[in-house]
């Protein structure tokens, strides 16, 4: 099975020690694509290394909303910059991710190669509900949900007009999120929400503006039901698949691949756990892998590399 991973941020610190380790068992685990998300212009060059190295990585390069409060002055113009690289590291780079390799060079140069927006978005738990001492967030100034609109709106504006896919991060507000989408303008080619655990009955509201989904594989924790079973109702040309490695990992049962702990002891999600993350999924939709692995497919190229 060609397997592809929606969202994940390999380009982590916690990730580098382990990289050729981890890029070998990726390769087992049959990687066939991967969108790499940066989150602030601090690590925009390693996504951009990244994809140099391997052909089935592809770059994304946004602002998230826990990284906004620090943007510097010139974030927007470095942006316009990160995005050029990376559609020259996809245009000059054989084979391009997605597309089969005997396609004339101007057709691959057409289809995938253009860098994706990401992660970007909107976060409401930040500033409601996360605790003043969270480790994750020290450092970090949670810039006010205004702020987050005018700076995810900024990134959406170029996605829209570039035509390229962009990676959605939302907690704690898809309400706030549904508005912006609806009155902004949107990449013809769709929009990722990725680890989705909004409202169910915003699935179809979503799905009408663009969106695809992607399944996360802490969602086959026991206790996160609730997330699970909004995968029923997501249409299946919408559906995705990701890892957000490595953050957010499966249940330590269900790991196939290992990795040390971080500096501060978190456990770490090793991106080759995304063949764990499609077994899950399958046995909870009640669907053959080998079925839902096509799907996936056919949706990841159709909003990443077509």
């Known amino acids: 099975m060609n ?170 507000a898809s309400g706030a999120l549904f508005d912006t989408l609806r009155t902004t303008p949107l990449p013809a080619r769709g929009f990722l929400l990725h680890a989705y655990a909004g409202p169910e009955e915003m699935i179809k509201p979503f799905a009408d503006l663009g969106a695809y989904f992607s399944f996360n594989g802490s969602f086959l924790d026991p206790k996160r039901q609730n997330q699970r079973n909004l995968f029923k109702s997501v249409p299946p040309d919408r559906l995705l698949i990701e890892t957000d490695a490595p953050a957010m990992p499966l249940p330590a049962a269900l790991e196939k691949f290992s990795l040390p702990p971080s500096p501060n002891g978190t456990r770490l999600n090793h991106p080759a756990n995304l063949a764990a993350v499609y077994e899950g999924l399958a046995d909870f939709l009640g669907r053959p892998v080998e079925s839902l692995a096509t799907q996936v497919e056919q949706n990841f190229r159709r909003l990443f590399t077509d």
Not at 145 to 150: I, N, R, V
């Open 3 to 172: 397997l592809h991973d929606a969202h994940n941020h390999l380009h982590d610190e916690w990730l580098l020690p382990h990289l050729d380790r981890i890029a070998a068992e990726l390769g087992t685990a049959g990687i066939a694509g991967a969108v790499v998300n940066g989150t602030t212009p601090d690590d925009w060059p390693q996504v951009s290394a990244l994809a140099t190295r391997f052909s089935w990585v592809i770059p994304s390069y946004g602002v998230h909303p826990w990284d906004c409060g620090n943007r510097p002055d010139d974030w927007l113009a470095r942006l316009e910059s990160a995005l050029a690289e990376g559609d020259r590291i996809l245009t000059t780079r054989k084979p391009v991710v997605g597309l089969p390799t005997d396609l004339p060079a101007a057709a691959s140069a057409k289809a995938g190669a253009l860098a994706k927006v990401g992660e970007i978005g909107l976060d409401r738990w930040i500033l409601d509900r996360a605790k003043p001492d969270d480790s994750r967030l020290a450092g970090l100034r949670r810039a006010p949900l205004d702020e987050q609109t005018k700076v995810f709106t900024a990134q959406l504006a170029i996605a829209a007009r570039d035509n390229r896919t962009a990676s959605i991060h939302c907690n704690d």
